[in-house]
């Protein structure tokens, strides 16, 4: 199974805060690396797929949020932090399955 | 507006089995695959497996394989998730999730998801 590891696990930021998170693959995974927000007690919800496509049919994700990378390093950046950004992040790999996933990062405003 | 709503909570007991229900509307049923994933109480998403709602095809996880059934009924728009012998660390909340992808058959990213269902296995 591939293994994906995210980092920080947890950040404290300001409000207007460039905000980075990190997810590593250990193999390659070509671009096949979709990012998701979950807020406590909902579903996650796909933020941007294929490493660096924003979603927008079902979930109109503001252009704060980018993706990038590919192989094994991928990052999602929030270019300015916003008090809804509370919540933790997932990176998910769809290379091979199973389709797994990232421990997360939990995100709090300060 | 594509909608998945998933079936109420339950508490099972060790040993026994849960089928949790997905309904869908808003998109053509037969045109994306399912996925389902659970999540434990303080761990990470765990992808369980997938069913090609076009030919009822489906792979799951090495990890469930043996006591995990995904099927579907294309009248009613709805897939299921069978889990059998239950033990308490099966007790999370699962999760099913449509396919990214019109007619995809390598698995893609999930949008959107269900609302989840909390599955109790306790004795």
């Known amino acids: 199974d591939i293994q994906m590891t995210q980092s920080p696990s947890s950040l404290s930021a300001s409000v207007g805060d460039r905000v980075t998170i990190t997810c590593r693959a250990s193999?390659?995974?070509?671009?096949?690396l979709n990012w998701y927000q979950q807020k406590p007690g909902k579903a996650p919800k796909v933020l941007i797929y294929l490493a660096s496509v924003a979603s927008s049919v079902q979930s109109g994700v503001p252009p704060r949020f980018s993706g990038g990378g590919s192989g094994t390093d991928f990052t999602l950046t929030i270019s300015s932090l916003q008090p809804e950004d509370s919540a933790t992040y997932y990176c998910?790999?769809?290379?091979?399955?199973?389709?797994?996933f990232g421990g997360g990062t939990k995100v709090e405003i300060k | 507006q594509v909608q998945l709503v998933q079936s109420g909570a339950e508490v099972k007991t060790p040993g026994a089995s849960v089928k949790i229900s997905c309904k869908t509307s808003g998109y053509t049923f037969t045109n994306y695959a399912i996925h389902w994933v659970r999540q434990a109480p303080g761990q990470r998403l765990e992808w369980m497996g997938w069913i090609n709602a076009a030919n009822g095809g489906t792979r799951s996880s090495q990890k469930f394989q043996g006591r995990v059934t995904i099927t579907m009924d294309t009248s009613a728009n709805t897939a299921y998730m069978e889990l059998s012998s239950l033990r308490s660390e099966d007790t999370a909340v699962y999760f099913c999730?449509?396919?990214?992808?019109?007619?995809?058959?390598?698995?893609?990213?999930?949008?959107?998801w269900g609302q989840g269902t909390l599955v109790t296995v306790s004795s």
């Open positions: 998910q790999q769809n290379s091979s399955p199973p389709f797994t």
């Open positions: 999730a449509k396919d990214g992808v019109l007619a995809g058959t390598r698995g893609n990213w999930f949008d959107p």
């Open positions: 193999q390659s995974i070509g671009s096949y």
